[in-house]
C-alpha cells in the first residue's frame, strides 16, 4: 500500500505532525486508518489553537499552542454538570518521546455547559476502529470551537 501524496511529508501538511518511525508504521496500517487520519489533517490544517502529535508508536497527542506540554490518553470520566470537564491525562513535555508522564486530573473550562456536555457524549460514542486517533480528533474539535487555550490546573 502506498501513502497517497496528501499523507507524503512528516508533517501531514501542518495540522498532523508525525514522527520519522511512525511515517513507516502508518504506510502499513489499513486504508480506514489512512483515511481517518487524512479527515483529522484536513480538519485541522488551520487550526489556531491544537497541534496533533501521532509518536513511534502511533499514540495520537494533543498540545494547546503556545503550551510546552502535550496530552495522550485523555479520558473524561464523568458527565459534566457545567462548563468544566474534569479528565484524567498523561501530561509530558515531549509530544515524540516514550511515554514517561504521569496520569494526572487537568480541568479544561469551556465556553459553556453545552461544549463540555457534548464533548463527553461524542467520546462516548466513539466505536473500535481507530479509536485512538478518533477521540483525539473529537478533542481537538472541541479544544478548537472553544475559547479554551490552557487547562485550568
Known amino acids: 500500500m502506498q501513502i497517497s501524496s496528501k499523507c507524503n511529508t ?9 514522527s520519522p518511525r511512525a511515517k513507516t508504521k502508518i504506510a502499513q496500517k489499513p486504508t ?9 489533517n484536513e480538519e485541522f ?3 489556531k489553537y491544537v497541534d496533533i502529535f501521532i ?3 502511533l499514540t495520537p497527542v494533543i498540545q494547546l499552542k503556545g503550551r510546552n506540554l502535550y496530552y495522550s490518553d485523555i479520558k473524561i470520566n464523568a458527565f459534566p454538570k ?5 479528565a484524567s491525562v498523561v501530561q ?5 518521546g516514550q511515554l514517561k508522564g504521569k496520569e494526572r486530573i487537568k480541568k479544561f473550562k469551556f465556553d459553556s455547559p453545552e461544549q463540555a456536555r457534548q464533548l463527553y457524549k461524542d467520546l ?3 466505536e473500535v476502529p481507530n479509536q485512538g486517533l478518533t477521540k483525539m480528533g473529537i478533542i481537538a474539535q472541541a479544544f478548537e470551537a472553544s475559547s479554551i487555550r490552557k487547562p485550568m490546573i
Open 45 to 47: 490544517k488551520n487550526s
Open 55 to 57: 509518536r513511534d508508536d
Open 92 to 96: 509530558e513535555k515531549n509530544p515524540f
Open 124 to 126: 462516548k460514542n466513539v
Open 10 to 18: 512528516p508533517n501531514f501538511g501542518m495540522s498532523v505532525k508525525i
Open 82 to 86: 457545567d462548563s468544566i470537564v474534569t
Open 32 to 40: 480506514q486508518y489512512l483515511n481517518k487520519l487524512g479527515e483529522i
